[in-house]
């Protein structure tokens, strides 16, 4: 147990619907990052928070948001779906701002997002 | 732009034999750190190894150690003794100190350790 939790861990949704997923980092960490994964890729970085406020954006569609929120949980929100949409959705935490080789990354077990 | 290419898709090894599987990256910085990343089919992203750039020596963790070639900016990683519940796909990531603060992941390598 990486000690990130996150929610739902399976989503069915139509198409132009809006989900939101949830993720609270571990204790302490303060640096939440979240990645897409789709069918046989690598994660994708999407965006990351770091005690609340935005500190980088990858490669997020403009019908993606995030935010934290003061007790240091997450949400990403995803509205407008697609089919292209379907993808497990992976929370990070770190202590730090950036994922460095003495401040590891934990991952919770994802969201599967399936759009129909 | 960080890139990171896992040449193999696939492979497979006999339990209790030694595999190695590639990672290349490419990169103007000269400070990183580099990562193996496990993920089973729990799905569960498990830290396996990491390696800071700076550092000359190879890290190793039991089983689990890293050829690192600086120059040629290859990071391959060495399970030993393979067991079973090796099984998984296995992710090269790169993480740069200029504020990218993320993770670049490879497409990930489907390793099967046979019995």
């Known amino acids: 147990d990486s000690g990130v939790t996150q929610t739902p861990k399976h989503l069915i949704t139509a198409t132009g619907q809006r989900v939101t997923l949830r993720c609270s980092p571990r204790s302490g960490d303060l640096s939440v990052y979240w990645y897409q994964q789709s069918l046989d890729q690598g994660l994708q970085f999407l965006i990351q928070?770091?005690?609340?406020?935005?500190?980088a954006k990858g490669n997020i569609l403009e019908r993606f948001s995030a935010q934290q929120f003061p007790d240091l949980h997450s949400e990403l929100n995803l509205s407008s779906l697609e089919l292209g949409d379907s993808a497990l959705y992976f929370c990070a935490s770190s202590a730090s701002p950036a994922p460095r080789g003495n401040t590891e990354a934990f991952f919770g077990q994802g969201t599967r997002l399936t759009v129909v | 732009a960080q890139t990171v290419t896992q040449s193999q898709p696939e492979m497979s090894v006999q339990e209790a034999e030694t595999v190695t599987l590639s990672c290349t990256y490419d990169?103007?910085?000269?400070?990183?750190?580099l990562f193996w990343y496990k993920q089973p089919p729990s799905r569960q992203m498990i830290l396996v190894i990491r390696q800071e750039a700076y550092k000359q020596q190879n890290a190793t963790e039991n089983r689990f150690s890293v050829n690192f070639q600086k120059a040629a900016k290859s990071f391959s990683l060495k399970i030993s003794d393979s067991q079973l519940g090796d099984t998984a796909m296995y992710f090269c990531a790169f993480s740069d100190q200029t504020g990218a603060n993320n993770l670049f992941f490879g497409t990930g390598t489907r390793l099967t350790v046979i019995p």
């Open positions: 928070y770091y005690n609340g406020e935005e500190r």
């Open positions: 990169t103007s910085e000269s400070n990183y750190y």
